[in-house]
């Protein structure tokens, strides 16, 4: 019966909202609570009680327990309630921590990595240029080596010409030494001929023909008149152009010695730039490893950011959620328990002034539904 009455007095306090506060008799009070269901059925168990002749004390004591179950519920809800905030604070808060904590990291991956980008650009940028100058450098040095090479051939080339012309040259003027201490020009003639061949020879070989073709015309005239003056002029052309062909020799050796020493030394100096360059693009090529490893890692680290950054989002959002809704229903909860315990409170009270007057409407009611 007791729990019966409890079920029944719920019911009314979640109806006692619409109770006037003013003062108002037992039959207004009573048609009111009446009107709700949970009403009449408080007011059905209230007449059965009362049909039975249960003491009317009963109810005031199963209010007061109510009340104090009430007010028990409401220091549980208020704790509970405290616990939540509490747990709903730092939640929040550690979410929120590890949101700033995420969002700093990525910015500081995104920063590192275009500086690192700008860091690649340059290093690239200067890796070419490094190509380009070592391209350069091997350009001059081929460049250099073939036109030394060649310098070198015609210094060759040209001491070996005047080396022959001078052999035989040196061959004529020995023939014509001999004429003119007085040999016989038919005694040196197999000579003259040896001498002339080697002669017209040389003229073949040489660039300079033209320089031979007096001088074997000469031999040839001494054939048939050979004198003193003419053995001595012929001998002065023939030591002129062996001097020619030794200063000539002498010339030609001390510019290729010129030649070859600036070569050497430029060629040093294009070696050692060319180590240099080689070592820089090496270095270049290694931090630009380097630099695309960093960003590759960046990218990594940004994209892993970016979701834990979202997941971080939506649990902060879920947790602001769910403590809203527990926010609000203590605040629904505490209302409504705040209203049935105004209400309690008042039917108490009428309980405790008007007891007879709602006994008799009670049994007026009893006695009505009888007939």
């Not at 001390?254 to 050692?272: M, R």
Request: glycine share 4%; with cysteine; aromatic share 4%.
């Amino acid at each position: 019966m007791k729990v019966l009455l409890c079920l029944a007095l719920c019911g009314v306090l979640a109806f006692a909202g619409s109770i006037r506060r003013a003062e108002f008799d037992a039959h207004t009070v009573l048609s009111e609570i009446d009107q709700h269901p949970f009403g009449n059925a408080l007011v059905s168990l209230i007449a059965v009680h009362l049909s039975t002749n249960g003491p009317l004390e009963e109810i005031v004591v199963l209010l007061n327990q109510l009340r104090a179950g009430l007010t028990k519920s409401q220091e549980e809800d208020d704790e509970n309630n405290r616990t939540n905030q509490a747990s709903c604070e730092e939640n929040i808060r550690n979410f929120q921590n590890q949101i700033s904590t995420l969002t700093a990291q990525r910015n500081e991956n995104i920063k590192l990595r275009d500086i690192t980008q700008a860091s690649l650009n340059v290093a690239e940028k200067d890796l070419r240029e490094t190509i380009n100058a070592l391209n350069l450098n091997q350009q001059r040095l081929t460049q250099g080596q073939a036109q030394r090479d060649q310098e070198h051939n015609e210094y060759t080339n040209a001491l070996a010409e005047h080396q022959q012309g001078i052999k035989a040259l040196d061959g004529a003027i020995q023939l014509l030494n001999h004429l003119q201490s007085g040999t016989s020009f038919v005694q040196l003639k197999k000579r003259f001929e040896r001498v002339t061949a080697e002669l017209l020879e040389t003229q073949k070989a040489s660039r300079n023909g033209h320089l031979y073709s007096p001088l074997i015309q000469a031999l040839a005239d001494l054939a048939s008149k050979a004198t003193p003056e003419m053995i001595a002029k012929i001998l002065k052309l023939f030591n002129e152009l062996r001097t020619a062909f030794a200063r000539d020799s002498q010339v030609a050796t001390q510019i290729e010695n010129k030649q070859q020493e600036s070569w050497t030394s430029l060629k040093v100096d294009l070696e050692t730039e060319r180590d240099a360059l080689q070592e820089k693009r090496t270095n270049l090529e290694r931090q630009i490893e380097g630099y695309r490893a960093i960003i590759e890692d960046c990218n990594r680290n940004i994209e892993y950011l970016t979701k834990q950054l979202e997941l971080a989002t939506e649990n902060l959002n879920a947790t602001v959620e769910h403590c809203e809704k527990l926010s609000a229903t203590y605040v629904s909860r505490n209302e409504e328990r705040v209203r049935e315990l105004e209400i309690i409170g008042r039917v108490l009270e009428f309980f405790e002034k008007r007891a007879k007057g709602f006994s008799d409407s009670v049994k007026q009611r009893v006695e009505g539904a009888s007939l």
